[in-house]
T-cell receptor, first 112, second 113 residues
Framework: KAGVTQTPRYLIKTRGQQVTLSCSPISGHRSVSWYQQTPGQGLQFLFEYFSETQRNKGNFPGRFSGRQFSNSRSEMNVSTLELGDSALYLC???????????FGPGTRLLVL | KNQVEQSPQSLIILEGKNCTLQCNYTVSPFSNLRWYKQDTGRGPVSLTIMTFSENTKSNGRYTATLDADTKQSSLHITASQLSDSASYICVVSADRLSDDMRFGAGTRLTVKP
């Protein structure tokens, strides 16, 4: 069974631009969560989607948004990028969100 | 103040030895607690997840314990291997309705030959 995939793996953007990251969960998984990881803040929860609905949301500004499609694939969008948005963005999937999550390899975003 | 505190911050042990990592939390209400292993430059790997009613769960050489009364969890690694060198992160989730997840800063474990 294929694991969680994320695209792109690496991305370089400039301040003010916007970016869209994609995550394909393991087949059959309906819960997709997004995390931001930085050396200074560690791992932080962004939001969780389940059956195309945002079910949980972390403490991030409205520039960070996401959505989930009927096939459970999810996208995360960051608008008006700031230097501090440079981070590894991880996606994780599970069947319902209450059991073991499987993480993707992440998308490393660099904002210049 | 972080509601999830992990100790020690870093740990060096010899291959074959056992070790225990600690996680204390003040998150309330409590839904579940997860331990993750993260190799440098890679995404976290889920080791265990425990709910309020569970007090121990094993995954191979990893055994997690949970005392919901004292709000403490530990991750015990048996017969350590060089590949156990990684960061171990404790994540505590509050009641799902409050969408609150708190992450510990992690313990950096180095296993030396």
């Amino acid at each position: 069974k294929a694991g969680v995939t994320q695209t792109p793996r690496y991305l370089i953007k400039t301040r003010g631009q916007q970016v869209t990251l994609s995550c394909s969960p393991i087949s059959g998984h309906r819960s997709v969560s997004w995390y931001q990881q930085t050396p200074g803040q560690g791992l932080q929860f962004l939001f969780e989607y389940f059956s195309e609905t945002q079910r949980n949301k972390g403490n991030f500004p409205g520039r960070f948004s996401g959505r989930q499609f009927s096939n459970s694939r999810s996208e995360m969008n960051v608008s008006t990028l700031e230097l501090g948005d440079s981070a590894l963005y991880l996606c994780a999937s599970s069947f319902t969100g209450e059991e073991t999550q499987y993480f993707g390899p992440g998308t490393r975003l660099l904002v210049l | 103040k972080n509601q999830v505190e992990q100790s020690p911050q870093s740990l060096i042990i010899l291959e074959g030895k056992n070790c225990t990592l600690q996680c204390n939390y003040t998150v309330s209400p409590f839904s579940n607690l997860r331990w993750y292993k993260q190799d440098t430059g890679r995404g976290p790997v889920s080791l265990t997840i425990m709910t309020f009613s569970e007090n121990t769960k094993s995954n191979g050489r990893y055994t997690a314990t949970l005392d919901a009364d004292t709000k403490q969890s530990s991750l015990h690694i048996t017969a350590s291997q060089l590949s156990d060198s990684a960061s171990y992160i404790c994540v505590v989730s509050a009641d799902r309705l409050s969408d609150d997840m708190r992450f510990g800063a992690g313990t950096r474990l180095t296993v030396k030959p």
